[in-house]
């Protein structure tokens, strides 16, 4: 009979399931991260530190080894590491006898009183951070570019919704703030959840250090010095002082949950875009070949906004796996959390990748229409003024009460012609024609002058950008003028 074997390669691309996140959307430098180049590489210079490391503190290596595993660092020959880890079933041990055979007088030496922990943990920690750093100028130029967008719209008025209900004016830039304010927030916690990454460093088995200890000959000075000196060269400030195999898997709830709730904002402000774009107040960018519908040639659907709320549910999905992966972790670990890490923590940095270019694009060609704005306030803002209206006839000598059930009547009737009629809202008309309002007749457009009813939105987003928004992106003003054209 044929055996089936999984994970085989070679076989036509086509002809097998492959990540659309990677073979749709990523961009280059996050799926390179997670790479198995990368990741066979990273697992290389961690035997390079070690080694040079236990060298220095005078265990007997040489340089010779040391350089002949320098000068092999790249040349990973992965079929044979397949055919290694077919035998032996342990990818780690497959990549040593790999990198060994290559390395026949360091061979000896590689992997000296390490764990399989020792590179995969600290690999992984190591994608954990550049997938960080990668993310993390993304978000500054969407906050970047919301901001521009803030800033040029600031002043223009348009109709606030509370209950998806027309409701007191806001201004365009105000409410591109509410979006701006949750992204600053998930900046500072990409941030915190980078900086506060640590390597997991030299542990040994079960976290004690006893092989290092047993090499170095009870010399606990040497062991944490080993430890300092690996971590340094893995360009990590600190390491985790107390781990057991692994570094704790809270450690992957903390940098996924920052992702999922990037997550969250993304699909708000994609949803604000979508309802807009069906207001016809503000659309998503729209190529000149673009077609919207195969069967509606005049369509204009909003789909990269939809896209991203697509894959912003997926990045909230993905948030359940380290949470449970660190609840169900035994004593000192177990290999259940392997198989699903090995899904869960590329899938959400390349999802939050994926979106923030694509919100990028989306907030760097935003399209507002202020005439259509402009003629929802005046189907609205009859209603609206009816306060200003009851003000100004008490000014001019009337009584409250009087004042305002002449509205409510005015209003109820002119509300009549809207829903019942289909007409357009002549509550203004009505008002003109009642002698009762002659007195105020003059002041009736200054009433209803749109610019009265913002409140102070265009000064509450001058001091938000100024003083919350600015200052968050100094640190990535070089890296500010990347564009993102989209490929699909």
């Not at 704790?248 to 949803?271: Q, Y």
């Not at 069967?295 to 990269?304: E, V």
């Not at 919100?359 to 609205?380: A, F, S």
């Not at 265009?458 to 490929?487: C, G, N, W």
Request: proline fraction near 4%; charged fraction near 25%; hydrophobic fraction near 40%.
């Amino acid at each position: 009979g044929t055996t089936m074997r999984q994970g085989g390669h070679g076989a036509d691309e086509f002809m097998k399931y492959r990540s659309p996140l990677v073979s749709r959307y990523a961009s280059k430098e996050m799926a390179y991260n997670f790479s198995d180049r990368k990741k066979f590489t990273t697992w290389r210079k961690l035997w390079i530190y070690l080694a040079k490391a236990e060298k220095a503190l005078g265990l007997p290596i040489t340089d010779e080894q040391i350089q002949e595993m320098e000068s092999h660092e790249k040349d990973i020959d992965f079929a044979m590491a397949a055919e290694e880890e077919r035998k032996l079933r342990h990818d780690v041990m497959a990549h040593v006898h790999t990198f060994a055979h290559c390395c026949p007088t360091a061979a000896p030496i590689i992997h000296l009183g390490a764990t399989s922990c020792y590179v995969g943990d600290n690999t992984d920690l190591i994608m954990l951070r550049d997938g960080f750093d990668i993310l993390l100028p993304k978000l500054a130029r969407v906050i970047d570019r919301l901001a521009k967008f803030a800033e040029k719209n600031a002043n223009l008025p348009t109709l606030g919704f509370t209950h998806y209900q027309p409701a007191q004016l806001t201004t365009v830039g105000k409410r591109a703030c509410l979006w701006l304010q949750d992204l600053t927030m998930d900046m500072r916690n990409l941030q915190r959840a980078r900086d506060d990454l640590r390597f997991r460093g030299v542990k040994g088995t079960t976290g004690t250090q006893a092989s290092f200890l047993q090499l170095f000959q009870g010399d606990h000075e040497k062991v944490e010095e080993l430890d300092r000196l690996v971590t340094e060269m893995a360009a990590f400030k600190k390491s985790y002082l107390v781990t057991g195999q692994t570094y704790s898997r809270k450690v992957d709830i903390d940098c996924l949950s920052t992702l999922a709730s990037l997550g969250a904002t993304v699909h708000k402000i994609c949803t604000d875009i979508r309802l807009l774009a069906n207001l016809k107040e503000i659309e998503e960018p729209f190529e000149k070949e673009q077609i919207g519908s195969s069967a509606m040639p005049y369509k204009r659907n909003p789909m990269r906004a939809e896209r991203c709320c697509s894959l912003a549910r997926h990045l909230l999905a993905l948030m359940s796996d380290p949470l449970q992966t660190a609840a169900v972790q035994w004593l000192e670990r177990t290999l259940d959390d392997s198989a699903n890490r090995r899904i869960s923590l590329p899938e959400s940095f390349l999802t939050a990748d994926i979106i923030l270019s694509t919100l990028q694009n989306i907030t760097e060609g935003l399209v507002v229409y202020p005439k259509v704005i402009e003629r929802h306030i005046r189907h609205e803002l009859p209603f609206m003024a009816t306060e200003n209206i009851i003000m100004a006839m008490v000014k001019a000598g009337g009584n409250r009460q009087d004042c305002h059930e002449k509205i409510r009547v005015l209003s109820q009737e002119a509300a009549a012609v809207v829903k019942q009629e289909g007409g357009d809202n002549d509550l203004l008309a009505r008002v003109q024609r009642d002698p009762y309002f002659a007195p105020i007749l003059g002041q009736l457009d200054a009433i209803l002058d749109p610019k009265t009813f913002i409140g102070r939105a265009p000064q509450q987003v001058t001091r938000f950008l100024s003083e919350e928004v600015h200052p968050l992106l100094e640190p990535y003003r070089a890296k500010m003028d990347v564009k993102i054209e989209l490929e699909l």
